[in-house]
């Protein structure tokens, strides 16, 4: 249970039910949130769909009566561990860069110690009209953080900049800048998700059912533990995460050029990709044709990424996965000195709902001085946020 409190502070603006949504997810995050309405978002959505949501009393009106002996504008710019404004028009954009504080949001604002980030939208002349771009510059200089229009059709039926970006994006920005931990702070991590694909001829290949999802929660919880990470990811069908430097590999060759250039200033590196352990010994040029006999292909072993790394290891943590179907603790026993890791994390793939494409994970952490760490099966992300709490335990 999160106990952050983000104040959202809601401008006048079409944009103004998309931060409904923002508030939905956050409170699905488990964390709190207290919404300040100016008096033009009222005339957009009533203050009534956000205390639904929110579920908590708005504040819309500087002079209200108060509803408790605090002096609200300073309770909640107190009580907030981030505030955002989504969305932000040019006019809060203009009074807060110009320090005017008239009205109940633009003097929390003002009142305020916690990071401010301002979710802009409005119609691209606007947006780019020199004096809202010049606020926002000033904004940044003085620490205020933005999240930048995306360009689409927008509400006045104009193409172009201004398009208040993707909510479940704001939403994860912002959990991001709030998460509890941020212990990896100036460490370089790198991760390695999904399958690898071998190819048979140029429309065919093998590949294998890994999904990516372990390796990209395990990408997210390092990004949001303050580490910078690089993600190398075979082909899968999820979203980019941001803050994230993605590079997109098929083979089981190209993930190892990757991995070898990053490997060296790398201070963790996991390996949670289900790489190919063999590739079509022939690669043919040209499509292979029907024939009336069976097709008999030939494979050899690939790279042994993993076992490469354990070789190269100075000062890295080197994690790595077993995905094993029997024997799941002596395999990985024997894979974590095998391939000299620091840790391994092993899970039964032949259970239905952990393991490949759920959501969910069923697995045993193991290190290099016989500890072992038995978890429940839980999400993904969880497993990843378990991991690293051990490599900083030892660390
Ligand atoms: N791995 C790798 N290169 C390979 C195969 C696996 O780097 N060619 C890595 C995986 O990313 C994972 C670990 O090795 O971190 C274990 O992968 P797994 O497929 O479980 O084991 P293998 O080493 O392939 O052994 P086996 O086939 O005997 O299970």
Known sequence: ???????????????????????????????????IMTDSATKFVTPLSFQSLSQNLVVTDMFAEPRAWEIQHISLAKKADLMLIVPATA???????????????STTIMATKAPVVFAPAMNTNMYDNPIV????????????????????????????????EDTKLISDIVASMIYDTKDLEGKKVLVTAGPTIAPIDPVRFITNRSTGKMGYAIAEE????????????????????????????????EMLRVILDKYETSHIVIKSAAVADY??????????KKKEENLLLEFERDNDILNLLGKEKRNQILVGFAAES?????????KLKRKNLDYIVANDISSKDTGF?????????LDNKGEELYLDTMSKRAVAKHLFDLINKRR
């Open 326 to 334: 029997s024997n799941v603790l002596n395999n990985a026993k024997d």
């Open 1 to 35: 249970m999160s106990n952050k409190c983000v104040v959202i502070g809601v401008t006048g603006g079409i944009a103004a039910y998309k931060a409904l949504d923002v508030i939905s997810t956050l409170r699905k995050k488990n964390i709190d949130t207290h919404v």
């Open 357 to 365: 494409a759920s959501d969910n994970n069923k697995v045993i952490i």
């Open 91 to 105: 006019n809060i954009i203009g009074k807060v860069a110009n320090g005017i504080a008239d009205d109940m949001l």
């Open 222 to 253: 390092a990004r949001d533990r303050g580490a910078q990470v690089t993600l190398i990811t075979g082909p899968t069908s999820l979203e980019t995460p941001f803050g994230v430097d993605v590079v997109k590999v098929n083979t089981n060759e």
């Open 133 to 164: 771009q010049k606020n926002i510059d000033k904004l940044k200089e003085f620490g205020y953080a933005f999240i930048e229009p995306a360009s689409g059709r927008l509400a006045c039926g104009d193409t172009g900049r201004g398009k208040l």
């Open 279 to 288: 590739k079509p010994k022939n690669y043919s040029e040209e499509k292979i």
